[in-house]
């Protein structure tokens, strides 16, 4: 659900977008640490909040670093 939101703010399109390992913060909702493979070599960390069920919203991109590969260890930021 937020790959449009990572195309629009990276400018580009991904034909691979792949979740390969996932982190869990509880907050005042839940906030995704997303380990995603974006090419056949390049790996993408998604930041992704989710609200609380009650506020009825879907997941949003709160920040993502680029450059990364597979072994880069996914770390909260």
């Given at each position: 659900?937020?790959?449009?939101?990572?195309?629009?703010?990276?400018?580009?399109?991904y034909g691979i977008f792949k979740a390969i390992?996932?982190?869990t913060q509880v907050?005042?909702?839940i906030?995704?640490?997303i380990k995603v493979q974006v090419?056949?070599?390049?790996?993408?960390?998604?930041?992704?909040f989710q609200s609380l069920p009650q506020?009825?919203?879907g997941p949003s991109l709160i920040g993502f670093q680029t450059g990364k590969t597979r072994d880069d260890p996914l770390t909260y930021f």
């Open positions: 659900q937020v790959k449009p939101q990572f195309e629009s703010r990276e400018n580009r399109t390992v996932y982190k907050v005042a909702g906030n995704y640490f090419s056949n070599t390049d790996y993408a960390h998604l930041k992704v506020e009825n919203q």
